[in-house]
């Protein structure tokens, strides 16, 4: 009887030890990554994380509505992440996207847009995003902007205001030095283009708000007022591009200048590893110049899977620490891979233990 107990208790071991090993690959690489995570702030492999847990319905119902919304774009990324992270759908989505991507049924889609983003700075499409920017490219565009910003003050938009005498100097310094200012001014063009259709989330727009309010100098928005009303952009020359640098500078002071930059730079860096609907996208969903940078250096690792990201993960720019299942989870796995080293290392212990008795026995 004591034989067979401790025949009993030895097959147990054996059972609980093969059971052990056999989520050892499941397991390990989770809790890893967890550790990862939770240490070092990895907002690339947190992102993958988060996606591994997500089902081939998130992705039907995020294409679906794509689909109505006629943004073909963001069904492509959703196709190309959904092929990226091994999820099956079904093949009418492939279909579908395929006859949107003709080129009739672009042209007829995106056409009524240009009109809309040239002359408002307002657009959704893509070349209405284009038309969008490109008014602001040329001096017309933050001309506009500061002009009405003008005559409605005090009753003004700081932001829209800001962002226009930032750009206005951009504008500027772009065509005096050849082009190398250019990136920059993309990604305000875009921000300006998310402010006026609405498209900049609330929170974000409260602390550009909070930054640009006290910033701007109203002696230097009548002084720009002034020499726009005087100046001919066909004659315009380098004395002229110079004296509308200078007054640009003093329209907006170099402490929000700096803020809006910044921003500018990590739109545009989403602009490039996406698009423009990505940037604006980004801008939608970002709570705060922090987040929009977060975003914009997860943009260069998910490049065209990035709008599909967002949007089945619109709190993807948040810290991992205001992720509150996410970070349960993270901490489950964390403590499940630490459980599974310390028994890993206790069954470790009484293998050698037997082998040693083993040998004592045969010396």
Do not use: C
Not at 65 to 84: M, T
Not at 239 to 251: F, P
């Amino acid at each position: 009887m004591r034989r067979f107990l401790r025949g009993l208790k030895r097959l147990i071991f054996l059972a609980m030890l093969a059971g052990m090993l056999s989520t050892a690959s499941t397991v390990i690489p989770r809790g890893w990554d967890a550790a990862q995570i939770l240490v070092f702030k990895d907002s690339l492999l947190l992102t993958r994380f988060r996606l591994a847990q997500l089902s081939a319905d998130d992705y039907a119902r995020q294409l679906t509505q794509a689909l109505s919304e006629q943004d073909i774009e963001l069904a492509r990324s959703l196709l190309n992440l959904a092929d990226e992270q091994g999820v099956s759908l079904a093949p009418e989505f492939h279909q579908q996207v395929a006859a949107q991507e003709t080129w009739r049924a672009t042209t007829v889609r995106n056409s009524a847009d240009i009109w809309q983003g040239m002359s408002t700075g307002r657009a959704d499409s893509g070349l209405g995003l284009a038309a969008a920017t490109i008014s602001d490219f040329t001096l017309f565009g933050d001309v506009r902007d500061v002009i009405l910003q003008s005559l409605a003050w005090p009753d003004h938009d700081p932001v829209l205001l800001a962002l226009a005498g930032t750009g206005l100097g951009l504008t500027v310094m772009t065509v005096a030095s050849g082009g190398t200012a250019a990136p920059v001014k993309v990604g305000l063009s875009l921000v300006k283009v998310a402010r006026k259709s609405g498209r900049l989330s609330k929170s974000l727009g409260r602390q550009l708000t909070r930054i640009t309010k006290n910033a701007i100098d109203p002696k230097a928005v009548s002084e720009v007022g002034a020499r726009f009303s005087k100046l001919e952009l066909k004659t315009l020359n380098r004395v002229q591009l110079d004296e509308l640098a200078s007054a640009s500078k003093r329209l907006v002071s170099s402490t929000a200048s700096k803020q809006l930059l910044k921003s500018g730079r990590g739109v545009r860096r989403i602009a490039k590893n996406s698009s423009s609907k990505g940037a604006l996208d980004a801008l939608h969903h970002a709570d705060s110049v922090q987040e929009l940078s977060r975003l914009a250096k997860l943009s260069d690792s998910l490049k065209g899977s990035f709008r599909a990201s967002l949007r089945l993960l619109p709190d993807l720019g948040k810290s991992i620490y205001k992720l509150t299942s996410t970070l349960i989870a993270l901490l489950l796995w964390l403590g499940g891979g630490l459980l599974w080293l310390g028994t890993a290392a206790w069954y470790s212990l009484r293998v050698l233990v037997w082998l040693l008795m083993g040998l004592w026995r045969l010396f």
